[in-house]
């Protein structure tokens, strides 16, 4: 098999005490916490203060849009809190738990310099005053996590709302969504919490929840990030490599078609998602008649046209409420390999999951 070039490597990580700053001589007020008790101190501390706190909650190897998070949580709150942590949960028993990106070292860099960012900046944003970053043991006390649909443990269940589209084939992902976030706001206890768009099912879960539940908390919810290409922001990005890359754009093409027919009128499922379907079908055809060493083949998992608040599908917009259009799409392995080829992290083996989404405003 030919060589690939890597696109980026992980550096180990050092751990610090609990509360202890990042770096002794940076203007940085990043304070990095491991176990909950004196994280819960330093929370009540700016309780006092009458300090407010928003919370990010990220899995690590961060990018722009979780950035773009952690700014808007700093304009709206004195002090923000962002988890770092690689939630077992929500990860299928044959999901990619293991060759998920962490980036510690890189994680860290890029919290503390946006952090000095922020005590520059003259509009007077808040500080990321603390990176809780737990062990498994922390976050799952009592028995160890289970990612099997029977297993046992403390669970939170959103449904039906975690049982269709990304929960179809990804039966324990909310779950484990539902019970890592409900884990965090206990501990955090924030005002303000903050989710990316593109994950529109998330945010959706996270909401239901939070009413739901009684949680005193606001969901926020920021713009989906993407890069030059129009490729949604993501960890998982990372996978891909320039041919794949190329292909799975195929997904954000096909969302802006059907939000095109939307705005010129169209209401009916049919008339709003059949030339996206048509492009994904075509597309999906003409890497098919490609050799190995030039396709990227993929599977198209779902293309949905959902109530805003259900997530059910529908067979025609109401234009009181508008609609949510989201897309999966799974890109395959890469079969053949040429000499040198960017095949991205894990070297074109691994299958990579691509999710993507559009709000349909509605018009009245």
Not at 99 to 109: H, I
Not at 162 to 174: D, M, W
Not at 208 to 217: E, N, W
Request: aromatic share 6%; hydrophobic share 40%.
């Amino acid at each position: 098999m030919a060589r690939c070039l890597r696109s980026f490597s992980t550096l180990p990580g050092k751990v610090l005490m609990n509360g202890k700053s990042l770096s002794d001589a940076s203007p940085s007020s990043l304070q990095l916490f491991r176990d909950v008790p004196p994280l819960r101190d330093f929370r009540h501390s700016l309780l006092l203060s009458s300090m407010s706190v928003g919370l990010v909650p990220t899995m690590g190897a961060l990018h722009a849009g979780h950035l773009s998070l952690i700014r808007q949580a700093a304009q709206e709150n004195t002090n923000v809190f962002v988890s770092v942590y690689v939630n077992p949960t929500q990860f299928g028993v044959n999901e990619d738990l293991d060759s998920y990106p962490r980036t510690w070292d890189a994680d860290l860099s890029m919290l503390q310099e946006l952090d000095e960012e922020f005590a520059g900046d003259a509009a007077k944003l808040g500080r990321i005053s603390a990176v809780f970053a737990p062990s498994t043991k922390t976050m799952y006390p009592t028995l160890p996590p289970s990612s099997d649909l029977d297993g046992k443990g403390s669970f939170v269940n959103i449904t039906p709302l975690g049982s269709i589209l990304e929960g179809a084939s990804r039966p324990v992902f909310f779950r484990g969504v539902a019970t890592v976030c409900m884990k965090l706001f206990n501990i955090v206890t924030p005002e303000r919490v903050y989710f990316g768009q593109k994950d529109v099912q998330q945010t959706v879960v996270i909401k239901r929840m939070v009413k739901d539940l009684h949680i005193d908390t606001e969901v926020r919810i920021g713009p989906t990030m993407r890069d030059d290409d129009g490729l949604a922001m993501s960890s998982r990005n990372v996978y891909l490599g320039t041919r794949r890359r190329s292909v799975a754009l195929v997904l954000q093409r096909a969302l802006k078609i059907a939000e095109e027919q939307y705005a010129r009128g169209k209401r009916t499922r049919s008339d709003i998602l059949s030339l996206s379907n048509d492009l994904i079908h075509l597309t999906a055809d003409s890497q098919e008649q490609m050799t190995p060493d030039k396709r990227a083949r993929f599977e198209a998992v779902y293309l949905s046209l959902a109530d805003p608040d259900s997530l059910e599908e529908v067979q025609e917009v109401d234009e009181r409420r508008g609609a949510i259009l989201s897309g999966a799409i799974k890109m395959d392995p890469l079969e053949a390999l040429h000499e040198s080829e960017d095949c991205g992290v894990g070297g074109g083996v691994l299958p990579v999951r691509l999710i993507d989404n559009v709000i349909l405003q509605p018009r009245i």
